[in-house]
């Protein structure tokens, strides 16, 4: 799959979009430590249909990539945190702001995303696509 992780923006192969890596243990079951939110699912749906124009294959791709982590909701805690960073943070866009409380508020200590826009919120460590496997595993 080509995208960007976090924003998945489709620029960047990688083998997971938003991967919020953590802490926590895999199932055994081909589940990767790490997190994802349903917007970045469902932005992948949207950008993987761009690139095919195929709706079902799209949908089939976004169920995979779904499958291979914990999705994590986003919740009103996440949004107003999102908003507050977004106000501080001349580097990230409302979306990303979103993704960087999410991980926040989960306790999550790192984001996927070639963005460098992470790097200015405190308590993430940006992880680089090219790295994300072997910090995933």
């Given amino acids: 799959m080509r995208h960007q992780c976090a924003g998945l923006r489709s620029r960047c192969s990688t083998p997971l979009p938003g ?3 953590g802490s926590r243990p895999t199932s055994g079951r081909g589940v990767l430590a790490g997190e994802v939110t349903p917007i970045v699912i469902a932005e992948f749906a949207h950008q993987r249909f ?4 195929d709706r ?14 914990r999705v994590q909701a986003v919740d009103s805690d ?6 507050d960073l977004y106000a501080r ?3 990230l866009d409302a ?3 979103l993704l960087a409380a999410t991980a926040l508020n989960r306790g999550l ?3 996927v995303s070639a963005d460098r826009a ?13 790295d994300a496997v072997p910090a995933l595993t």
């Fill in 56 to 69: 079902r294959e799209a949908s089939l791709r976004a169920r995979q990539a779904a499958g291979a982590f």
């Fill in 118 to 130: 992470f790097e200015a919120v405190d308590g993430i460590k940006r992880i680089d696509p090219a």
């Fill in 19 to 21: 991967a919020l890596p």
């Fill in 95 to 97: 979306f990303d702001a």
């Fill in 78 to 83: 996440d949004l107003d945190l999102a908003l």
């Fill in 109 to 111: 200590d790192a984001i």
């Fill in 50 to 53: 761009r690139q095919t124009r």
């Fill in 89 to 91: 943070s001349t580097a």
